[in-house]
């Protein structure tokens, strides 16, 4: 599950709360949760292509980041 709050807005999808968090904590667009898995790796994985790419602007190297399983975004 999501480890922190971006975690958890990519995951369900809140592009607001992404930007506002992207805004205050970039930081946070490259930390990675208890399974290795970046925000980016959660808004893709459910399907949120707008914030898979507020994302990619904010981190772009996040999308050759891999999980613990070895895969990427």
């Not at 971006?6 to 709360?17: E, F, P, Q, R, W």
């Not at 994985?45 to 914030?51: C, P």
């Amino acid at each position: 599950m999501p480890e922190n709050q971006l975690h958890d807005a990519a995951y369900k999808g809140d592009v607001g709360s992404v930007r506002e968090l992207l805004a205050e904590h970039p930081e946070w667009a490259s930390e990675k949760d208890e399974e290795c898995n970046t925000p980016l790796r959660w808004a893709a994985t459910w399907g949120h292509f707008d914030i898979v790419l507020l994302l990619l602007d904010s981190f772009p190297a996040a999308v050759a980041m891999p999980n613990s399983n070895g895969d990427t975004p």
